[in-house]
C-alpha cells in the first residue's frame, strides 16, 4: 500500500529514516482486541544487520481520509534469515486497528525505521521492573525474552476481559506479573506502582525500570521513580506509547 508521506516523510527523510516495503503473509487474531500479522520484511532485516535490538520499533503509514499518518509497532519475533517478523495490534477505533483487521497476505504497507534505540542497562539490575499494557505487549515480550535469566515483575494494566488471555511471555520461576484494570485513566496503576514498586527497589541506583503506557499515566511515572524515588535518569526507560481518545 504506497502512501505519500507528507511532511511528517519529509522530516523522517531529513533525519535519514530508511524507508521499506512490507508484505502480509498471514495473521492470527489472538483475541478479540488483539491481533497478530506476519509480513515478509522487505530487506529491513538485512539492512539492520547487527543492529536488531530489544523494543525494536519500525513506523507503519497509513491513509486516514487521504491524508498520511504514522504509528510505531515493535518487531516480534524478527528472523533475519529468513525476512520475517510478525507486529502486534491492541485493537481500537482508528485507521491503524482497521487496517490490521482486515489485512490479508499479499498486502502491502510501508515503513520507515527512524528513531528506534535500546541501551542495556549496566550494570545489569538483579529484577527487571516493568509497567505497561496491551500497546507495549511486544515490547515487553521482547524485554523478557533479552534477559533470560532475570527476575521480573509486570505490572500490566487491562482493558478487557479477555487481556488475561494475551501472550505475555511468562516464566512461572522467574516472573511475577500484577494485572491492573485500568481506571481513573490510568490513575488506578499509578496507585498501585507507588504502593508496590518501592519495596522492589531498595536500591535506586542498581534498580531498572522500563515503562510504557499511555503518554499521560508514563510522564507521571517517569516523574515520581525520578524525582521522588530518585531513579537515574539511566535507570528509566519510558516512553508514551498512545494518547486516550478525546
Known amino acids: 500500500m504506497a502512501v505519500g508521506k507528507g511532511w511528517e516523510g519529509v522530516v523522517l527523510k531529513l533525519l535519514r529514516g ?32 547487527g543492529s536488531l535490538h530489544p523494543t525494536m520499533w519500525v513506523r507503519l503509514w497509513f491513509t486516514d481520509n487521504g491524508k498520511p499518518h504514522q504509528r510505531a509497532y515493535t518487531l516480534v519475533d524478527p528472523d533475519p534469515a529468513a525476512g520475517t517478523f510478525s507486529l502486534e495490534f491492541a485493537l481500537h477505533d482508528g485507521v491503524a486497528s ?108 542498581t534498580a531498572y525500570v522500563w515503562l510504557a503506557c499511555d503518554t499521560a499515566t508514563t510522564r507521571t511515572l517517569t516523574g515520581y521513580l525520578r524525582k521522588e524515588l530518585g531513579l537515574p535518569k539511566q535507570r528509566v526507560n519510558g516512553l508514551g506509547y498512545w494518547r486516550p481518545a478525546a
Open 98 to 205: 482497521d487496517w490490521a483487521r482486515t489485512a490479508e497476505p499479499g498486502a502491502t504497507i510501508d515503513a520507515t525505521v527512524q528513531g528506534t534505540g535500546f541501551t542495556a542497562p549496566a550494570p545489569a539490575p538483579d529484577r527487571l521492573l516493568v509497567i505497561g499494557d496491551p500497546a507495549s505487549l511486544p515490547a515487553i515480550n521482547s524485554l523478557l525474552d533479552a534477559h533470560p535469566q532475570t527476575p521480573a515483575t509486570i505490572w500490566f494494566e487491562t482493558q478487557h476481559e479477555d487481556d488475561a488471555d494475551l501472550p505475555v511471555r511468562l516464566d512461572a520461576d522467574r516472573h511475577d506479573i500484577r494485572r491492573v484494570p485500568r481506571s481513573g485513566g490510568g490513575a488506578a496503576l499509578v496507585e498501585r506502582i507507588r504502593a508496590e514498586l518501592p519495596g522492589l527497589a531498595p536500591d535506586p541506583q
Open 18 to 49: 530508511k524507508d521499506f516495503t512490507f508484505t502480509v503473509t498471514g495473521a492470527e487474531q489472538v483475541t478479540p482486541h488483539y491481533r497478530r500479522v506476519s509480513f515478509t520484511d522487505g530487506g529491513l532485516l538485512a539492512a539492520a544487520g
